[in-house]
């Protein structure tokens, strides 16, 4: 919760003055809090990045063209570097050292996908790049399971996309890039959610997997909106809405279920009226009948829908992230309606002063917005 | 808390699975029957892509997929002593000697044989030959229908 001691100092002054707590609660807690063991995570984050650039040394080692090596002496010092890094990550499993856990299995999944592009180099097998990740992705997924850390889950489900999103392109709409652009972008934020909701039902020991797939669907609904809002609707193939909608509803009712119902029932609704929201901002473009004012309005409905779902669920940051998307969005509006005026220079400056005036009063009156927006809903 | 055996899989399992896939193809190039192509249509000026020689499979029958850009079926090369020909996937194969899966893309037929990997020190001396002369290449095929490419070589014309 602490993130580093300076910090902590800053909040103590400042509960002291306010008479929260004496000077002797407050040296009592800074000395408690300089004797933990707390992770340093410059140097992990250094290490992680070490482990990642070594590995990538390997594959370039291992890609480069020795044609005087035989092909078996290559696949058998490759083989030989898998096994003993698998090897690795049970043995350190065994003498509990967490960390270095974390850092062989993330080895351990570069070097797989290392040795995916050394077979296929030498039996020249054809295919796409997302074939690859995705053969990449089902030999990982038990490491995956396994792993803690949320660069290996976030390594994994990038690989989920890559291949994802290769196969549509690849097999889907006949080299159209719009449509498969819509469906990607409409899926991939249920399936994340979906899936992140379904880890956190499954219990503690899948939370890595929950947050990391939790992230991504936010990710891909900020991608989203970000990225039609630009696009021309166009007609979709016929029952793609239907195929939506079924995995949405499916999805959602394995994973919202009893557990996170019980556990939040207005971060619950909030989630059904965001992802409806979302999908009619998506049927919109889709449709074609899509103008300025349906998009802009859609847009700060799904955005401000998300501000208020983190509210709920207590993420004050994620809130304020979003609703400052609500604000910037406004903003565009704004300069959609006035459109030249917008540019000339009173325009300039009637805009500048309510971008600082609005910003400063959110920042004044932070607090009070949300423990408004709190009882209101 | 993940139980150990669950680890020893997960760490296992890939290693197991990628010597799997190695010996699979390994047993193709090994066992497989040996069948030579003319290969052509590589951009004159940047023969290479990456480390990968592309090119087009000149097949000894006409190609079906050249008919319609957006064709995605499924066919088979079929090569007989006498003879060969592309029958749609699924139809009998009993006269082939050979035979080929692949699928239409973009026009062409694709077997997953249409690259080779170049090394590096070879690139210069590889443009002089195809422009001097004419590719082939060599392919291994199992009896599944699934093709290798084994050795990429050339005559001068």
Same mark, same amino acid.
């Given at each position: 919760?602490?993130?580093?001691?300076?910090?902590?100092?800053?909040?103590?002054?400042?509960?002291?003055?306010?008479?929260?707590?004496?000077?002797?609660?407050?040296?009592?807690?800074?000395?408690?809090?300089?004797?933990?063991?707390?992770?340093?995570?410059?140097?992990?984050?250094?290490?992680?990045?070490?482990?990642?650039?070594?590995?990538?040394?390997?594959?370039?080692?291992?890609?480069?063209?020795?044609?005087?090596?035989?092909?078996?002496?290559?696949?058998?010092?490759?083989?030989?570097?898998?096994?003993?890094?698998?090897?690795?990550?049970?043995?350190? %499993?065994?003498?509990?050292?967490?960390?270095?856990?974390?850092?062989?299995?993330?080895?351990?999944?570069?070097?797989?996908?290392?040795?995916?592009?050394?077979?296929?180099?030498?039996?020249?097998?054809?295919?796409?790049?997302?074939?690859?990740?995705?053969?990449?992705?089902?030999?990982?997924?038990?490491?995956?399971?396994?792993?803690?850390?949320?660069?290996?889950?976030?390594?994994?489900?990038?690989?989920?996309?890559?291949?994802?999103?290769?196969?549509?392109?690849?097999?889907?709409?006949?080299?159209?890039?719009?449509?498969?652009?819509?469906?990607?972008?409409?899926?991939?934020?249920?399936?994340?959610?979906?899936?992140?909701?379904?880890?956190?039902?499954?219990?503690?020991?899948?939370?890595?997997?929950?947050?990391?797939?939790?992230?991504?669907?936010?990710?891909?609904?900020?991608?989203?909106?970000?990225?039609?809002?630009?696009?021309?609707?166009?007609?979709?193939?016929?029952?793609?809405?239907?195929?939506?909608?079924?995995?949405?509803?499916?999805?959602?009712?394995?994973?919202?279920?009893?557990?996170?119902?019980?556990?939040?029932?207005?971060?619950?609704?909030?989630?059904?009226?965001?992802?409806?929201?979302?999908?009619?901002?998506?049927?919109?473009?889709?449709?074609?009948?899509?103008?300025?004012?349906?998009?802009?309005?859609?847009?700060?409905?799904?955005?401000?829908?998300?501000?208020?779902?983190?509210?709920?669920?207590?993420?004050?940051?994620?809130?304020?992230?979003?609703?400052?998307?609500?604000?910037?969005?406004?903003?565009?509006?704004?300069?959609?309606?006035?459109?030249?005026?917008?540019?000339?220079?009173?325009?300039?400056?009637?805009?500048?002063?309510?971008?600082?005036?609005?910003?400063?009063?959110?920042?004044?009156?932070?607090?009070?917005?949300?423990?408004?927006?709190?009882?209101?809903? | 808390?993940?139980?150990?055996?669950?680890?020893?899989?997960?760490?296992?399992?890939?290693?197991?699975?990628?010597?799997?896939?190695?010996?699979?193809?390994?047993?193709?190039?090994?066992?497989?029957?040996?069948?030579?192509?003319?290969? %052509?249509?590589?951009?004159?000026?940047?023969?290479?892509?990456?480390?990968?020689?592309?090119?087009?499979?000149?097949?000894?029958?006409?190609?079906?997929?050249?008919?319609?850009?957006?064709?995605?079926?499924?066919?088979?090369?079929?090569?007989?002593?006498?003879?060969?020909?592309?029958?749609?996937?699924?139809?009998?194969?009993?006269?082939?000697?050979?035979?080929?899966?692949?699928?239409?893309?973009?026009?062409?037929?694709?077997?997953?044989? %249409?690259?080779?990997?170049?090394?590096? =020190?070879?690139? =210069?001396?590889?443009?002089?030959?195809?422009? %001097?002369?004419?590719?082939?290449?060599?392919?291994?095929?199992?009896?599944?229908?699934?093709?290798?490419?084994?050795?990429?070589?050339?005559?001068?014309?």
């Amino acid at each position: 919760m602490f993130g580093n001691l300076k910090s902590l100092e800053k909040k103590l002054e400042n509960w002291r003055s306010a008479g929260l707590i004496s000077s002797e609660q407050s040296s009592a807690i800074l000395s408690y809090e300089e004797k933990q063991p707390g992770k340093n995570l410059a140097v992990y984050s250094i290490i992680t990045l070490g482990v990642s650039v070594l590995c990538l040394g390997i594959i370039a080692l291992i890609a480069s063209n020795w044609e005087s090596i035989p092909n078996f002496i290559k696949l058998s010092f490759d083989f030989l570097i898998l096994a003993g890094t698998g090897g690795a990550v049970i043995y350190a %499993e065994q003498n509990e050292s967490r960390n270095l856990k974390q850092w062989l299995i993330l080895a351990l999944m570069i070097l797989i996908l290392a040795s995916i592009g050394l077979i296929s180099q030498i039996y020249n097998t054809g295919g796409e790049f997302y074939m690859a990740a995705g053969f990449w992705v089902v030999l990982t997924l038990p490491l995956v399971i396994y792993a803690e850390a949320h660069t290996s889950v976030n390594l994994w489900i990038v690989g989920v996309i890559t291949a994802v999103s290769g196969y549509v392109y690849d097999h889907k709409f006949g080299g159209n890039f719009k449509e498969p652009t819509f469906l990607l972008l409409s899926c991939f934020p249920v399936y994340f959610y979906a899936a992140g909701s379904l880890f956190h039902f499954f219990g503690e020991k899948y939370s890595h997997l929950a947050a990391g797939h939790r992230f991504w669907a936010v990710a891909t609904v900020i991608a989203s909106t970000s990225v039609l809002s630009v696009f021309d609707g166009e007609k979709a193939s016929g029952g793609f809405f239907a195929v939506i909608g079924i995995l949405a509803a499916a999805f959602s009712a394995v994973g919202f279920g009893k557990f996170e119902y019980s556990e939040n029932k207005k971060a619950f609704y909030s989630a059904c009226i965001t992802a409806l929201f979302f999908y009619a901002f998506v049927w919109v473009k889709e449709s074609g009948i899509s103008s300025e004012i349906l998009d802009a309005v859609l847009f700060l409905c799904v955005w401000f829908s998300f501000s208020v779902l983190f509210l709920q669920k207590g993420q004050k940051r994620l809130f304020d992230f979003f609703l400052a998307g609500v604000g910037i969005r406004f903003l565009i509006v704004y300069f959609q309606i006035i459109k030249s005026l917008a540019f000339t220079a009173l325009g300039l400056i009637i805009s500048g002063i309510l971008i600082i005036g609005l910003s400063w009063l959110y920042l004044k009156k932070r607090e009070q917005i949300q423990q408004m927006m709190e009882k209101f809903l | 808390m993940r139980s150990f055996r669950f680890l020893v899989f997960a760490a296992v399992f890939p290693v197991i699975a990628l010597m799997f896939f190695t010996v699979y193809k390994w047993n193709i190039v090994r066992a497989g029957k040996k069948i030579v192509f003319d290969i %052509e249509g590589y951009d004159p000026v940047n023969i290479l892509t990456g480390h990968y020689l592309i090119y087009q499979v000149v097949y000894k029958t006409p190609d079906p997929c050249t008919a319609n850009y957006d064709l995605t079926s499924e066919y088979i090369y079929c090569s007989s002593p006498s003879d060969s020909s592309f029958i749609p996937a699924g139809a009998d194969r009993t006269g082939c000697t050979v035979f080929i899966k692949g699928e239409c893309k973009r026009g062409r037929f694709t077997a997953g044989i %249409e690259r080779y990997n170049i090394p590096e =020190e070879k690139a =210069e001396e590889l443009d002089k030959k195809v422009r %001097e002369g004419k590719g082939k290449i060599q392919v291994s095929v199992s009896g599944a229908g699934e093709a290798v490419v084994e050795k990429l070589f050339f005559e001068k014309e």
